[in-house]
């Protein structure tokens, strides 16, 4: 194995970990900048108020992104395989 070959797994990898935490990571930042707006807007500034918001819209959005991130993940990992079956 050479190094552009460990170089385009490890790219790839990157890859994938962005793939699967993105649409996470998106779902919390945007319902955070809805809060802090309303929060802006109404002078309401207490701080447990974005705890149960986040938890629910982070955990919606893994229910419909779920489905996309286990074929990711199954199809590297399969990628993966088959490139450790051809080395050995």
Do not use: C, D, H, Y
């Given at each position: 194995?050479?190094?552009a070959a460990?170089?385009?797994i490890g790219r790839?990898?990157?890859w994938v970990v962005l793939q699967l935490a993105g649409p996470i990571m998106?779902?919390?930042l945007l319902i955070g900048l809805l809060i802090a707006?309303?929060?802006a807007l109404t002078t309401?500034?207490?701080i447990t108020l974005t705890f149960v918001p986040k938890i629910?819209?982070?955990f919606v959005a893994l229910i419909i992104f779920l489905p996309f991130m286990m074929t990711t993940l199954i199809e590297f990992s399969q990628r993966l395989f088959g490139v450790i079956i051809s080395i050995g």
């Amino acid at each position: 194995m050479n190094e552009a070959a460990v170089l385009e797994i490890g790219r790839s990898a990157i890859w994938v970990v962005l793939q699967l935490a993105g649409p996470i990571m998106i779902a919390g930042l945007l319902i955070g900048l809805l809060i802090a707006l309303f929060q802006a807007l109404t002078t309401i500034q207490e701080i447990t108020l974005t705890f149960v918001p986040k938890i629910l819209v982070i955990f919606v959005a893994l229910i419909i992104f779920l489905p996309f991130m286990m074929t990711t993940l199954i199809e590297f990992s399969q990628r993966l395989f088959g490139v450790i079956i051809s080395i050995g």
